[in-house]
């Protein structure tokens, strides 16, 4: 059993900068991802990361200007979001899956957290 909390979500301005953190609780080797899901809209994969780190992807939307990595030291995985952008606004979900190879599909991923709201004004 895997538990996630995310933290370090809220209000920023278009064009500044927010670190979302999850720590996970739990013994195993999973690939990790962050979703969002904004209001009236599907929840979308936005980034994930396999058990090492050394494989990430990244969707369209957020490519270079998103960031996911983690500490396996410290059970934690995190979303460097930079230029955020009015449509960024959603509630943001990590989430570990029951493989330890990067994916994207959510059907693979067992474990989530709470969401954490990310809100950018104009």
């Known amino acids: 059993q895997v538990q996630l909390v995310e933290s370090g979500g809220g209000l920023v301005q278009a064009g500044g900068s927010l670190r979302l953190s999850c720590a996970a609780s739990g013994r195993g080797r999973y690939a990790m991802a962050w979703f969002r899901q904004a209001p009236g809209k599907e929840r979308e994969v936005v980034a994930a990361i396999n058990w090492s780190g050394d494989s990430t992807w990244y969707a369209d939307s957020v490519k270079g200007r998103f960031t996911i990595s983690r500490d396996n030291a410290k059970n934690t995985v995190y979303l460097q979001m930079n230029s955020l952008k009015l449509e960024d606004t959603a509630v943001y979900y990590c989430?570990?899956?029951?493989?330890?190879?990067?994916?994207?599909?959510?059907?693979?991923?067992?474990?989530w957290g709470q969401g954490t709201q990310v809100t950018v004004s104009s």
């Open positions: 989430a570990a899956a029951r493989v330890s190879y990067r994916t994207t599909s959510t059907s693979n991923y067992d474990y």
